[in-house]
């Protein structure tokens, strides 16, 4: 049973086209997450959802929108993509908001625009 | 600000070697601290946890220790296998609700 898991797994598109990756969890967490690694591995958080509310948003441009129907579904819509998008997307998701809880990532999405 | 600071690699050992990563932060209040690792391919898992001083965690023969008076968290593995080969991240659980992470080192292991 896949815990975190995101589709697509690969997507390669062109500079200036809109783009959605999906993010789902089954494991009954009220907290989901959006990271981005860039090629050095340098991972950084750009979102994060709990109870479907937004509680941080990182220094990120207005074209990533996050969009959260329930606590189980966390998807991350891109406009306008640009060369610098691409990267390694990663879904996390944890029972809460409190500091010790383990996050649980899921596999990735990569991104490539050309 | 919340930070966290691991030594940069590649690291590269023979198996059965000593491992050590060092890893230092800078917080304010009581974080917890934790290690990720991320096989090739693949996204992060945990790999051990501390959430007050002086805990230690400890899994697959891995072991860290969060030592508030030199606020560090270096993992530390004594015989190191193939398998281990991946990249391991630091990372510190604060007030802000975010986990912040190192860089990452990277770890290749060879037979």
Known sequence: D??????PKYLVTQMGNDKS?????????????WYKQDSKKFL????????????INETVPNRFSPKS??????????NSLE?????????ASSR??????TQ??????????L | GDSVTQMEGPVTLSEEAFLTINCTYTATGYPSLFWYVQYPGEGLQLLLKATKADDKGSNKGFEATYRKETTSFHLEKGSVQVSDSAVYFCALGGSNYKLTFGKGTLLTVNP
Request: with cysteine; glycine share 8%; proline share 3%.
């Open chain 1, 2 to 7: 896949t815990a975190v898991s995101q589709t």
């Open chain 1, 21 to 33: 990756i999906k993010c789902e969890q089954n494991l009954g967490h009220d907290t989901m997450y």
């Open chain 1, 44 to 55: 950084k958080i750009m979102f994060s959802y709990n109870n479907k509310e937004l509680i």
């Open chain 1, 69 to 78: 129907p329930d606590k189980a579904h966390l998807n991350l819509h891109i």
């Open chain 1, 83 to 91: 060369l610098g998008d691409s990267a390694v997307y990663f879904c």
């Open chain 1, 96 to 101: 809460g908001l409190e500091w010790q809880e």
């Open chain 1, 104 to 113: 649980y990532f899921g596999p990735g999405t990569r991104l490539l625009v």
